[in-house]
């Protein structure tokens, strides 16, 4: 179980207890009883009943009443044990058989005076496997060992690592007494405010080496100096902008613009919702690069959108004097080899492409900005060889393709600068959701008709399941087919795109498609990310049951990004579990990606979502990203506060901390390595 040292065993949390801090009478007894403590004298001992009802039974008398005591297993032990005329004090789960109260396989202990008020502390349960039980250490026995170990320790075994202040500000119980309080609480109350406490202080301690490991990369990390806004920004913004920008677009736009003025190298995770415009935010960082001499690269994960955002961004800025090239996997030799010429020359000033661009053989001449789109595609080790790309490493903004959870984002990310676009451009109609089964694909399919009718366009997506490419593949075809012979060519045209087409061809559908020429895109995921076709009106996801949260509303943001109203069908068939059902519910009732995000993180837990890279700020013992938000809105406050005021933790009063802080990191585990 992990437990090598007295520590690992004092922080081996108890997972319930069980109150036996006072005795009942029989009488009491009632259909709301659960556990319960009753005193009383052993009569009438007898084995009844054949076979599988076999069992003991025996009852304990009162002044009250009379209880039924019953095993149906040990018996011979128990009746062995069990003395007819004794005094016992006996606990466990009460019942009801045949109007009787009932009691089966009660817990005994032989009365004595000493047990007359129950004990003066709750009973700890604690977690255990089942190899563990047959060795008799069970949930409660594990308890025999935190009993002796608590008797051993003191105070000055478990020092207080929070400073004064901060205890007092938040009213919270000191280190020692929270450990034993949180094994052997006297009250629930006394339980609770250990808990509190030592959640608080996991939350704390996390938020704290965070914020210290964000600082020092401030400090450490020079980075280009962006000085001035320049011509190239300030044209484009005045005469090319083709719309106004949101607030929240204006507000991170600052953000950057602060950020990559003051000598250190951004480093910046962007979280907007499907939609919010993050690529034009992109786009005019990119030109604040230019402005100062520097080159930029934006990167996404498939070749599609990467050739999706040349394309618009070659677009808008087809009047400015900038030179922007694509680059790609499928990116010709001779041409290749040009871009890459002009990159090292400097002549190049922004270019777009998938991972390629980050390869050994690319050399930039003077790379200032790296833009990461839809990052949770991005390996961790993609990243660090941007780093070696210009002698200071260039500012790095990394956008999200969907929200995560803001306890997420502040957990797994706190080490980064972090904005947040929580904002859509005016004048979006919301998408209406809904969920339709299978059988009905035939009205869907009439639906869709009359929107081509209208002159829109329509998405159909099938599921990837990676387990088995073939399947795929074949389910993909069958739907293909089935969909060819609603819309028959030539008055309809279909363009479909999946994995296994090579990618010029790949690249050929999704242009007929963009370009309006075809009616319906019908595809995997790949389309899930980015794609931006403003007169796609409606967005179908056959097996809508197979995708997560985060993807399905990927999917949706396709849709509602033009001036007509837009459907998104969730198609699925009669079977669904409990999870999916909740999955598809939650997408109809909203179209808040931040809502969705937190959906997302109860239903998976944090170790799943999307997004997030593993991260050892997730591994908390007793606190949870999902029930305990403001307990880590509270513990970042304060490490904060205290960072800012004293970022080298030296006060006196924050000595403590610092201590423990040291302390933790130097920690030895040999007893681990094994
Ligand atoms: P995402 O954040 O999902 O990457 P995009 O950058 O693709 O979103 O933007 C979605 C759409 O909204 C695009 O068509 C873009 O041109 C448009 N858009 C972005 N910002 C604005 C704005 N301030 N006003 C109007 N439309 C905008
Ligand atoms: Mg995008």
Redesign the pocket.
């Known amino acids: 179980m992990n437990i090598f040292t007295f520590g690992d065993l004092l922080e081996h949390f108890p997972n319930r207890h069980i109150d036996k801090t006072s005795v009942s009478t029989i009488a009491e007894i009632s259909a709301a009883t659960d556990f319960i403590q009753v005193k009383g004298v052993i009569e009438d001992i007898a084995i009844i009943g054949e076979k599988r009802s076999k069992r003991l039974v025996a009852y304990l008398r009162d002044r009250t009443g009379l209880l039924e005591l019953c095993w149906f297993q040990g018996i011979n032990w128990v009746q062995k044990n069990l003395h007819a005329g004794s005094h016992y004090l006996v606990f466990g789960k009460t019942g009801f058989f045949n109007g009787r109260p009932q009691m089966t396989h009660p817990e005994l202990e032989v009365w004595s005076p000493s047990l007359a008020d129950g004990k003066n502390y709750l009973e700890p349960i604690y977690p255990t496997t089942e190899k563990l039980k047959s060795r008799a250490l069970n949930g409660k026995q594990i308890g025999k060992l935190t009993q002796v170990l608590i008797s051993l320790i003191s105070p000055k075994d478990i020092r207080e690592n929070l400073p004064e202040h901060l205890l007092q500000k938040l009213k919270l119980e000191g280190r020692f007494n929270s450990y034993i309080n949180i094994h052997y609480p006297k009250n629930y109350e006394e339980y609770n405010r250990a808990l509190e406490r030592l959640k608080f202080e996991e939350l704390f301690i996390a938020q704290t080496r965070l914020g210290l490991t964000r600082l020092d990369r401030h400090r450490k990390s020079q980075g280009v100096i962006f000085e001035k806004v320049g011509d190239i920004f300030n044209n484009f913004y005045n005469n090319y902008l083709?719309?106004?920008?949101?607030g929240a677009?204006k507000r991170v736009l600052k953000e950057i613009r602060t950020d990559t003025a003051r000598g250190r190298q951004m480093n910046r995770l962007l979280q907007?919702?499907?939609?919010?415009?993050?690529?034009?935010v992109a786009l005019l960082s990119m030109l604040l690069a230019a402005d100062n001499g520097y080159q930029s690269c934006m990167m996404a994960p498939t070749e599609i959108l990467a050739t999706q955002h040349f394309l618009g961004l070659s677009h808008l800025l087809k009047e400015m004097p900038v030179n922007i090239r694509l680059l790609t996997g499928s990116t010709k030799t001779a041409e290749r080899r040009e871009v890459l010429g002009k990159l090292a020359d400097g002549s190049l000033n922004m270019i777009v492409g998938t991972h390629a661009i980050i390869e050994d053989p690319v050399v930039f001449h003077s790379l200032g900005l790296a833009i990461v789109?839809e990052q949770h595609r991005f390996g961790v080790a993609q990243r660090a060889k941007l780093w070696n790309k210009a002698p200071l490493p260039p500012h790095v903004l990394v956008?999200t393709a969907t929200p995560i959870p803001r306890t997420l984002a502040m957990t797994a990310y706190g080490d980064l600068d972090y904005s947040v676009?929580d904002e859509l451009?005016?004048?979006r109609i919301a998408i209406t959701t809904v969920h339709r089964n299978e059988m009905h694909r035939v009205k869907v399919m009439d639906f869709i008709r009359d929107e081509i009718t209208k002159g829109r366009q329509a998405y159909i997506i099938f599921p990837l399941i990676e387990e088995s490419d073939k399947l795929d593949y074949e389910n993909l075809m069958d739907g293909y087919e089935h969909i060819k012979a609603f819309f028959p060519e030539p008055k309809y045209r279909i363009s479909m795109v999946h994995g296994r087409l090579p990618a010029q061809q790949k690249e050929t559908n999704m242009q007929r498609f963009v370009s309006g020429d075809t009616h319906i895109m019908v595809s995997t995921t790949v389309i899930e990310v980015?794609v931006?076709v403003?007169n796609a009106s409606i967005m179908v996801i056959e097996n809508a049951e197979k995708f997560g949260l985060s993807q399905l509303h990927q999917l949706r943001?396709r849709v509602g990004?033009g001036s007509e109203k837009s459907y998104c069908i969730l198609l699925t068939g009669n079977k669904l579990s409990n999870d999916a059902r909740e999955r598809i519910k939650i997408m109809c009732a909203t179209n808040d990606g931040f809502k969705i995000a937190e959906k997302d993180l109860e239903l998976r837990g944090p170790g799943d979502i999307e997004g997030t890279r593993q991260s050892g700020a997730l591994n908390f013992k007793l606190a949870s990203l999902i029930n305990d938000k403001e307990l880590l809105e509270r513990a970042k406050v304060e490490a904060d506060l205290i960072l800012q005021q004293d970022e080298n933790l030296n006060a006196e009063e924050n000595l403590r901390l610092k201590t423990y802080l040291q302390l933790q990191k130097g920690k030895t585990v040999w007893s681990r390595i094994s």
């Open positions: 083709p719309f106004q920008l949101t677009q907007g919702d499907v939609g919010s415009g993050k690529t034009i789109d956008m676009m451009p005016p004048g980015g931006n403003p943001g990004r």
